[in-house]
């Protein structure tokens, strides 16, 4: 199966710091990535979708400006939480698919503590 | 707003039951999809059904698509305690966006 891949597995920050996590898929170009948040035991929460070229698209209630998103090539894209506070700690986990009905392959997700 | 309830959210059992998840909707996905996931660790698919009524098996795991793709259940015959894990369905929207809408998820514990 395809291989996604995110760095970094763990992050430890300071309130008020930005952190950026990327996303890649290794094996395969994905036009569409998606960027989940996940606390423990529950479920995935899409909060944004991202294609290749163009702005993400937000879900409801989540602050583009805080999660910018960046899908500059068809194998990478980053999620950059700024001015980081400690209830943005969470498990952050990407996805991505070839195209529109394909199989979505996740990332191994990126654990993300702020002090 | 398209939803997929799943139930149970918690289950912990003996080694050697059997159980069942349910995944259900009154909305119609185009496919389902079956995820397991470990604590610290990305979901892993481990099925995907498309056809109203279809049954696919893998090993103890087996799963089930209604009739009107609107629901979904996976049945784990003699569980064991490497079956533990989150459990979690995602249906496909038929639409034009095509995006997986979660279910809640089933947390599950398999003890020796």
């Known amino acids: 199966g395809a291989v996604v891949s995110q760095h970094p597995s763990r992050v430890i920050c300071k309130s008020g710091t930005s952190v950026k996590i990327e996303c890649r898929s290794l094996d395969f170009q994905a036009t569409t990535m998606f960027w989940y948040r996940q606390f423990p035991k529950q479920s995935l929460m899409l909060m944004a979708t991202?294609?290749?070229?163009?702005?993400?698209?937000?879900e409801q209630g989540v602050e583009k400006d805080k999660f910018l998103i960046n899908h500059a090539s068809l194998t990478l894209s980053t999620l950059t939480v700024t001015s980081a506070h400690p209830e943005d700690s969470s498990f952050y986990i990407c996805?991505?698919?070839?195209?529109?009905?394909?199989?979505?392959?996740f990332g191994p997700g990126t654990r993300l503590t702020v002090l | 707003t398209q939803l997929l309830e799943q139930s149970p959210q918690f289950l912990s059992i003996q080694e050697g039951e059997n159980l069942t998840v349910y995944c259900n909707s009154s909305?119609?996905?185009?496919?389902l999809q079956w995820y397991r996931q470990e604590p610290g660790e990305g979901p892993v698919l481990l099925v995907t059904v498309v056809t109203g009524g279809e049954v696919k098996k893998l090993k103890r795991l087996t799963f089930q698509f209604g009739d009107a793709r609107k629901d979904s259940s996976l049945h784990i015959t003699a569980a064991q305690p490497g079956d533990t894990g989150l459990y979690l369905c995602?249906?496909?929207?038929?639409?034009?966006?095509?995006?997986?809408?979660w279910g809640l998820g089933t947390s599950l514990a398999v003890n020796p």
């Open positions: 995602a249906g496909l929207n038929a639409g034009n966006n095509r995006k997986l809408i």
């Open positions: 996805s991505a698919r070839y195209e529109a009905g394909a199989t979505q392959y």
């Open positions: 991202s294609n290749e070229g163009s702005k993400a698209t937000y």
């Open positions: 909305s119609v996905f185009s496919s």
